[in-house]
T-cell receptor, first 112, second 116 residues
């Protein structure tokens, strides 16, 4: 069964770059690794996904090493509105199942 | 355009009753996912569909939980003989891609289920 680990919380200041890492072993070989942002009382919101190496979009970058046992979400120049919980999402390499597993979540607190 | 909608938004039921939770995905989205989320925790996968076919139900806690998506659009998650431990936020998500390879999912507002 796939297992994920994320830091419980992180603190940052406006304008800084923030890197959040998710460790995930035994994940599905052919599936993407995806990251979501969640604000209180809302559903998760898609940020970025990747399979290997580095992916960048208008809001974030995602770094995935060759062994795919971890992934790092990078948020450049965070603002107060980036205060939220961030989750990684992976597929379980459980043989016959296609189960999806959200990470434990990292609460990012951005201060002025 | 319209996002994922779920109904009811809040449901209070007595222990032992059956409940049906509805999810209306974004038009044209082929895959649909069900999760439940306890307060302060990440979403817990329950099941998902590609079109009308249920692809995986390994996350359903027990046989009191079932889901269907008969025409490949609206889906219903049914919980029979509810128990207090079923109380949670139930979230639905849809994706334009077939699961599970691509996980760009769009989530609905959720249904808050309280079993008394």
């Amino acid at each position: 069964l796939a297992k994920t680990t994320q830091p419980i919380s992180m603190d940052s200041y406006e304008g800084q770059e923030v890197n959040i890492t998710c460790s995930h072993n035994n994940i599905a070989t052919n599936d993407y690794i995806t990251w979501y942002q969640q604000f209180p009382s809302q559903g998760p919101r898609f940020i970025i996904q990747g399979y290997k190496t580095k992916v960048t979009n208008e809001v974030a970058s995602l770094f995935i090493p060759a062994d795919r046992k971890s992934s790092t979400l990078s948020l450049p120049r965070v603002s107060l509105s980036d205060t939220a919980v961030y989750y990684c999402l992976v597929g379980d390499n459980g043989g016959a199942t296609n189960k999806l597993i959200f990470g434990t979540g990292t609460l990012l607190a951005v201060q002025p | 355009g319209a996002g994922v909608s779920q109904s009811p938004r809040y449901k209070v039921t007595k222990r032992g009753q059956d409940v049906a939770l509805r999810c209306d995905p974004i038009s044209g989205h082929v895959s649909l996912y069900w999760y439940r989320q306890a307060l302060g925790q990440g979403p817990e996968f329950l099941t998902y569909f590609n079109y009308e076919a249920q692809q995986d139900k390994s996350g359903l806690p027990n046989d009191r939980f079932s889901a269907e998506r008969p025409e490949g659009s609206i889906s219903t998650l049914t919980i029979q003989r509810t128990e207090q431990r079923d109380s949670a936020m139930y979230r639905c998500a849809s994706s334009p891609s077939e699961g599970p390879t691509s996980y760009e999912q769009y989530f609905g507002p959720g249904t808050r289920l309280t079993v008394t």
